[in-house]
């Protein structure tokens, strides 16, 4: 979803808040922002389709608190568990909600 089309939507429905989530994965220095539309997480993205990634949480929190969103679902991924047998992959997130 564009960031320019985000804005629209909450201005034309403010009580309706879609569910963001902000999601940091193992071994990355970034976060990347997805919204909820239509029971999907679509990531975040400007003008020209290009994925808008934050350095810090502040920074999402800055661009979601211009817009009207005063709370966010932030998501660490970790797919390498160290304690899973023989290496395998494992789906281990942690969900928390960031109310700012």
Same mark, same amino acid.
């Given at each position: =979803?564009?960031?320019? *089309? ?26 990347? =922002? ?5 029971? *999907?997480? *679509? ?50 997130? *942690? ?6």
């Amino acid at each position: =979803m564009k960031l320019a *089309q985000l804005k629209p939507w909450l201005k034309s429905v403010p009580k309706k808040i879609p569910l963001c989530v902000l999601s940091c994965y193992a071994g990355n220095s970034h976060y990347l =922002m997805e919204v909820e539309y239509k029971h *999907q997480l *679509q990531p975040l993205t400007d003008s020209n389709n290009n994925l808008i990634y934050f350095k810090t949480i502040e920074q999402a929190q800055n661009v979601l608190k211009k817009i009207g969103i005063n709370h966010l679902t932030l998501r660490l991924i970790d797919p390498y568990d160290e304690f899973s047998d023989n290496g395998l992959l494992c789906d281990c997130d *942690q969900d928390m909600v960031l109310a700012f």
